[in-house]
């Protein structure tokens, strides 16, 4: 019994260690890397607690070992966006502008009354209300509604409503994102003067780029990245 009560507060703490490593950004997220990463993590803990034949020892380096692979794939997925989409996948438009993409359903084999219930589930009853829905890589699905279809609508006050693009990152953390550059259909040259007017030259020394709903160029330096100042809030370096 003694035993068994060490064996539990020894792999609790080595699981509570390992929690704390991987990071509240980890575990916010549920993509299928990090499932499996979750439930792995259940079976080993409990491998050495329920057979004594197995020593805590082993049950430890397979629990670290775990964890190691854990931090290499965080690493590797934040220094290749190819990596990243290969082991977490990619967030999916499935309506744009109002039209269902029946190619990107039938490639997520998701049906209609899937799509329906999901829409309802979010309080979009009809796809005319919807701007944009996509599925993310975590497989839950983000809603931009038709301005026109919001509370106090410019439908109903006969506000004309100006057309607006679909916010995307186009550079982060140095990586250039193509396949959003070509959505919004711009080119690296004209990314590359708005990067010139603010004396940047490579895309290392961007943090983050993004395109806003008006098609406007956000350019973030990392020399002017901000960071999170508990004390002081967020401040520039």
Same mark, same amino acid.
């Given at each position: 019994?003694?035993?068994?009560?060490?064996?539990?507060?020894?792999? $609790?703490?080595?699981?509570?260690?390992?929690?704390?490593?991987?990071?509240?950004?980890?575990?916010?997220?549920?993509?299928?890397?990090?499932?499996?990463?979750?439930?792995?993590?259940?079976?080993?803990?409990?491998?050495?607690?329920?057979?004594?034949? +197995?020593?805590?020892?082993?049950? &430890?380096?397979?629990?670290?070992? &775990?964890? @190691?692979?854990?931090?290499?794939?965080?690493?590797?997925?934040?220094?290749?966006?190819?990596?990243?989409?290969?082991?977490?996948?990619?967030?999916? +438009?499935?309506?744009?502008?109002?039209?269902?993409?029946?190619?990107?359903?039938?490639?997520?084999?998701?049906?209609?009354?899937?799509?329906?219930?999901?829409?309802?589930?979010?309080? $979009?009853?009809?796809?005319?209300?919807?701007?944009?829905? +996509?599925?993310?890589?975590?497989?839950?699905?983000?809603?931009?509604?038709?301005?026109?279809?919001?509370?106090?609508?410019?439908?109903?006050?006969?506000?004309? $409503?100006?057309?607006?693009?679909?916010?995307?990152? @186009?550079?982060?953390?140095?990586?250039?994102?193509?396949?959003?550059?070509?959505?919004?259909?711009?080119?690296?040259?004209?990314?590359?003067?708005?990067?010139?007017?603010?004396? &940047?030259?490579?895309?290392?020394?961007?943090?983050?780029?993004?395109?806003?709903?008006?098609?406007?160029?956000? +350019?973030?330096?990392?020399?002017?990245?901000?960071?999170?100042?508990?004390?002081?809030?967020?401040?520039?370096?």
């Amino acid at each position: 019994m003694l035993n068994i009560l060490l064996r539990t507060f020894i792999v $609790y703490i080595a699981v509570l260690f390992i929690v704390r490593v991987m990071g509240k950004g980890e575990l916010s997220k549920l993509d299928p890397f990090q499932i499996v990463i979750l439930f792995m993590m259940a079976e080993l803990a409990a491998l050495p607690i329920e057979t004594p034949e +197995i020593s805590i020892l082993a049950g &430890l380096t397979a629990l670290l070992s &775990l964890l @190691l692979l854990q931090v290499i794939f965080s690493f590797l997925s934040l220094k290749s966006r190819a990596f990243k989409n290969l082991v977490n996948g990619k967030a999916s +438009i499935i309506i744009e502008k109002g039209k269902v993409n029946l190619h990107e359903m039938k490639r997520l084999r998701m049906t209609l009354d899937e799509l329906s219930q999901q829409l309802r589930l979010k309080n $979009y009853p009809s796809i005319n209300d919807i701007d944009y829905a +996509i599925i993310e890589a975590n497989g839950d699905m983000s809603i931009i509604p038709n301005p026109n279809k919001s509370p106090a609508s410019r439908e109903d006050l006969n506000i004309s $409503y100006k057309d607006k693009k679909l916010p995307l990152i @186009l550079i982060g953390d140095g990586i250039l994102y193509l396949d959003n550059m070509n959505y919004l259909n711009i080119s690296e040259e004209a990314l590359k003067r708005s990067m010139r007017k603010q004396g &940047l030259k490579d895309y290392s020394q961007v943090f983050i780029c993004f395109s806003d709903e008006d098609g406007k160029l956000h +350019i973030l330096p990392k020399s002017e990245a901000r960071k999170f100042n508990k004390n002081q809030g967020w401040e520039v370096e």
